[in-house]
């Protein structure tokens, strides 16, 4: 029976009735179901290929129809509740889980698992009429209701109330075999500030157990200038409005600090809630994007079990291949965060733009596959007939129970439903690091917030798309993680760094490892106060460098914010070797070599022929010292190809420009997975030794053709030390 058959047929014969009978069919069934669920093991022994279902939103005698048609487009999981707080507890301390009862058992029945979530992200009415509290503020004010998000994470009503429905959820699923996981909140870190008075007590309290005594605090926050000087801490308030000059650089660290602390102890306390009280149920929370406001190591290290994020990158086809690598970066920081590699995609765009490829969301979700996810949820089922994301494309675009690219979703299903227990224990192994730091993105500025040119995460982004194209793996680690077992790491905008880290850095290089900096490097303490040294800072005798003068881009017109045109044309960086002219983007320093040679210089005036990226032997490692920058990622991608060659390092399957290579291993193969990114065939590749290529099932194939947006999963019996290096 169709969907629109049972919605009429459901009218006219009485909507309790049928639902009774629904319910009490599905339910015979139920308990076969789950025990084949659970036969299947731990849900990291397979691929979770998923959705978001919100059963809230539509009559209980539709769930049926959606919950079968998942099950015959491939869904093995559904992730569920994370809005419906004022469905689960209608008034404070009542709780009703009946609906939600059965929708999971009608999914159960399918042969589909559930990831539950705790509802937090958006409070009910009565919590809001009770404790207004519960909302925060921002530089306007306070939030008013309706919104979601917007929550207090220092209100101590909105913590109680959460650990409240928490617990009740808890204690309610946390033994249901059906259940194989648990997201907290939802993306949490957004809005990215809160100014309301439950939080500036907050960060008062948290400033005095960071200094101890407002002397130090004043010392460090440098107090005489400007006369902010303070003699008590409840003097310490947030600057929402601040007059000339705006916050200072160390008030900003600290605020950014203290506001991922505030989420971390929030996501916290429900993960030790459910902790406490579930059975064989992971726990993890869906990052809106890992470079944001919070920091995702800390949350991994400390109490998930698993890092998500919810990736809604652009179409395949729509731009410049290299866009795709923001998908990638995130599932590498990912899966370097999340513990034992375990990462997922909580959300996925599961629609089409009209001029893109349908071959793009294939391509995808094994871009997914290929950096180690572990699964991916696509959103959403079907969207909402009201609210604010009613206009909002879904896997069912219309209301008409049309699914327009279903024969493409059932060849992901069937591809990944084998893929995913062959490569449940497979890691990923990297020889090439890029540390990516969070106290130097709070100081330097994230996404949109902060200085736009020339924010934290834009340069990590430039610089990762440019080492891709070394064709290797590629770890994104934080700054205090072990070096062990890399030959090349790559530390973008490392300008805030604790004397721990430049004697690791240090060790790394005396050791045999390359290391890549730019500009400003190892000028600033961690708490933002500056060195008194001149860049490289405490990296100038390993990078064989010094930095005496430079050229900042963004002041050079500040009336336009632009060069004159003839003195922009001018400017340029070449690589040696090569006839290439890079456009700098932001930064020019003059350098004077300590030793090192140059591999790049400039172009313009008197920078004419001057160093502008060097490199230095030190011990038995290389320092490659980066005084510029570019928008082109080309500039990048030939710096990468310069360290790369100067760590010795090559591609794991050497392929086109455009094709991406990456690789899992277990004990008895590694996996290769070769992704065309590009709408252009790619044919003849030739591969290092035969292989089987695991998608055509071919045996011992010697070359692989990859039409476009295509790609390529190829085994190779264990024994090829390609691809070794860092677990």
Request: hydrophobic share 35%; net charge neutral; with cysteine.
């Amino acid at each position: 029976m169709d969907r629109r058959t049972f919605n009429k047929l459901a009218s006219l014969a009485g909507i309790g009735t049928l639902i009774g009978r629904a319910f009490a069919e599905v339910g015979s069934q139920v308990g076969p179901r789950i025990e084949s669920l659970q036969k299947n093991g731990s849900p990291w022994d397979r691929y979770m290929l998923g959705t978001a279902y919100y059963p809230e939103w539509w009559q209980p005698q539709e769930w049926e129809t959606d919950f079968r048609e998942m099950h015959e487009l491939g869904i093995n999981t559904v992730r569920m509740g994370e809005f419906a707080w004022a469905m689960f507890e209608p008034s404070s301390g009542q709780f009703e889980f009946d609906w939600m009862d059965h929708a999971i058992d009608i999914a159960n029945h399918y042969g589909i698992s559930v990831v539950l979530c705790t509802p937090t992200a958006s409070v009910p009415p009565w919590l809001y009429a009770e404790h207004p509290d519960v909302l925060g503020s921002n530089a306007n004010g306070p939030y008013s209701y309706g919104g979601r998000k917007g929550y207090c994470v220092n209100s101590p009503n909105y913590l109680a109330a959460g650990a409240g429905v928490t617990t009740a959820l808890a204690e309610h699923y946390g033994h249901h075999r059906g259940i194989i996981g648990w997201q907290l909140d939802n993306e949490p870190g957004i809005p990215f500030e809160c100014f309301d008075p439950n939080c500036e007590h907050a960060f008062q309290a948290w400033l005095r157990k960071q200094y101890g005594t407002i002397d130090e605090l004043n010392r460090v926050w440098n107090g005489a200038f400007w006369s902010n000087k303070y003699s008590d801490w409840s003097q310490i308030h947030f600057p929402k409005n601040p007059a000339e000059g705006g916050w200072q650089p160390a008030i900003t660290l600290n605020y950014r600090h203290f506001f991922s602390d505030s989420y971390l102890n929030h996501l916290r306390r429900q993960a030790e809630i459910l902790h406490k009280k579930v059975e064989s149920q992971f726990v993890f929370t869906n990052w809106p994007n890992v470079t944001w406001s919070v920091d995702i190591y800390s949350a991994a290290r400390e109490f998930l079990d698993a890092t998500a994020w919810d990736n809604y990158c652009s179409a395949p086809g729509l731009s410049r291949f290299q866009r795709q690598f923001i998908s990638a970066m995130n599932h590498d920081i990912s899966r370097c965060a999340g513990p034992k590699q375990r990462f997922l995609c909580a959300e996925q765009i599961a629609y089409l733009p009209t001029n893109a490829s349908p071959e793009g969301m294939r391509l995808q979700a094994y871009l997914n596959l290929a950096h180690g996810s572990h699964g991916h949820f696509y959103f959403e089922w079907r969207r909402p007939l009201a609210g604010n994301e009613q206009f909002r494309p879904s896997f069912i675009k219309g209301f008409d129970g049309v699914i327009p690219e279903k024969p493409l979703f059932e060849q992901i299903g069937k591809e990944f439903v084998r893929f995913g227990p062959m490569l449940a224990k497979a890691t990923t192994k990297s020889d090439i690091a890029m540390i990516y730091d969070y106290t130097n993105e709070w100081a330097q500025g994230f996404w949109s917030v902060g200085t736009k040119n020339d924010h934290y995460d834009a340069k990590a982004g430039q610089y990762y798309d440019g080492f891709k194209v070394l064709q290797r793996n590629l770890d994104v680690i934080p700054v205090a993680d072990d070096l062990a077992g890399y030959r090349l790491v790559v530390a973008p905008n490392l300008r805030m760094v604790d004397d721990s880290t430049v004697n690791r850095l240090k060790e790394f290089v005396a050791g045999g490892g390359t290391l890549v900096l730019n500009y400003r490097a190892g000028t600033q303490h961690t708490d933002a106060s500056m060195r008194r040294v001149v860049p490289p800072g405490v990296f100038a005798e390993m990078s064989g460098v010094i930095s005496h003068s430079k050229l900042d881009l963004k002041e050079y017109s500040p009336q336009s914010g632009q060069l004159d045109e003839k003195v922009d044309a001018e400017l340029g960086i070449v690589f040696n070797g090569s006839a290439a002219v890079f456009k700098p983007r932001t930064i020019m320093e003059s350098l004077t070599l300590n030793g090192a040679e140059v591999i790049a210089t400039y172009r313009g005036k008197r920078m004419t022929q001057q160093p502008a990226i060097t490199r230095h032997r030190y011990r038995q490692g290389w320092v490659i010292y980066v005084g510029t920058d570019s928008t082109a990622v080309e500039f990048y991608e030939a710096l990468a190809r310069a360290a790369g060659k100067t760590a010795g390092l090559e591609p794991l399957i050497a392929v086109p420009y455009g094709v991406i290579v990456t690789s899992r291993e277990d004990d008895a193969a590694t996996y290769y997975f070769l992704l065309n990114l590009t709408e252009q065939p790619h044919e003849n590749i030739v591969l290092p030794k035969p292989m089987q290529n695991l998608i055509t099932e071919q045996q011992r194939v010697t070359r692989v053709s990859l039409a476009p947006l295509d790609v390529a999963v190829l085994m190779a019996p264990k024994g090829s030390k390609r691809g070794t290096g860092k677990s």
